[in-house]
């Protein structure tokens, strides 16, 4: 199964700060990625899919690039809403996720 | 609107079977896969397996194969998720998930979890 790293673990910004999060795959897998924010005890939401296209409802801030085995997920612009954890997956079968990224307030 | 609804809280005892639920509505359900996501207690997610309701096609994550069963029954547009024997490592919240597919794979719709508790 193709694995995906995530990195940083942890992560702490503040209000106002660009951050990124890494994610690799162990092969390559084209754009088949998508990109989760999980605020605590909530499910999941779908921000990125194929890489780099923003799903509707999104804000702008939120942008993926990559393609192959390296992605990144950009926060143009920290809101206080983004505090949360961020999963990558990848749509290659068995699908597997990274093992997240929590973005924590500074 | 689309919207997966999940059967409520469950606490069980080990050795104990389950079926939980997860109703799909405001869309086809019979023309989307869908999946379920486990995540234990603090952990990440963790993908188990796909139904494609149409016609019952199911696939399963080498890591859950033999460990649960995945059904559906298109009639009354609900996707399962079962147990024969649970384990206390089996205590998780649990997701449904539609898989939209085509061009692009990704999970656009997440129900609102199912939190299993194994406990003797």
């Known amino acids: 199964a193709i694995q995906l790293t995530q990195s940083p673990s942890s992560l702490s910004a503040s209000v106002g700060d660009r951050v990124t999060i890494t994610c690799r795959a162990s092969?390559?897998?084209?754009?088949?990625l998508a990109w989760y924010q999980q605020k605590p005890g909530k499910a999941p939401k779908l921000l990125i899919y194929?890489?780099?296209s923003l799903e509707s409802g999104v804000p702008s801030r939120f942008s993926g690039s990559g393609s192959g085995t390296d992605f990144t997920l950009t926060i143009s612009s920290l809101q206080p809403e983004d505090f949360a954890t961020y999963y990558c997956?990848?749509?290659?079968?068995?699908?597997?996720f990274g093992q997240g990224t929590k973005l924590e307030i500074k | 609107e689309v919207q997966l609804v999940q059967s409520g809280a469950e606490v069980k005892k080990p050795g104990e079977s389950l079926k939980i639920s997860c109703k799909g509505s405001?869309?086809?359900?019979?023309?989307?896969?869908i999946g379920w996501v486990r995540q234990m207690p603090g952990k990440g997610l963790e993908w188990m397996g796909i139904?494609?309701?149409?016609?019952?096609?199911?696939r399963y994550s080498p890591s859950f194969q033999g460990q649960v069963t995945i059904s559906a029954d298109k009639s009354i547009s609900t996707a399962y998720l079962q147990w024969s024997s649970l384990k206390a490592s089996d205590t998780a919240m649990y997701y449904c998930?539609?898989?939209?597919?085509?061009?692009?794979?990704?999970?656009?719709?997440w129900g609102q979890g199912t939190l299993v508790t194994v406990s003797s």
């Open positions: 998930v539609r898989l939209r597919t085509g061009d692009s794979h990704y999970f656009d719709y």
């Open positions: 405001g869309y086809s359900f019979t023309s989307y896969w």
């Open positions: 139904i494609y309701p149409g016609d019952s096609d199911t």
């Open positions: 092969q390559g897998i084209s754009s088949a």
């Open positions: 194929d890489a780099s």
């Open positions: 997956q990848q749509f290659n079968s068995p699908y597997t």
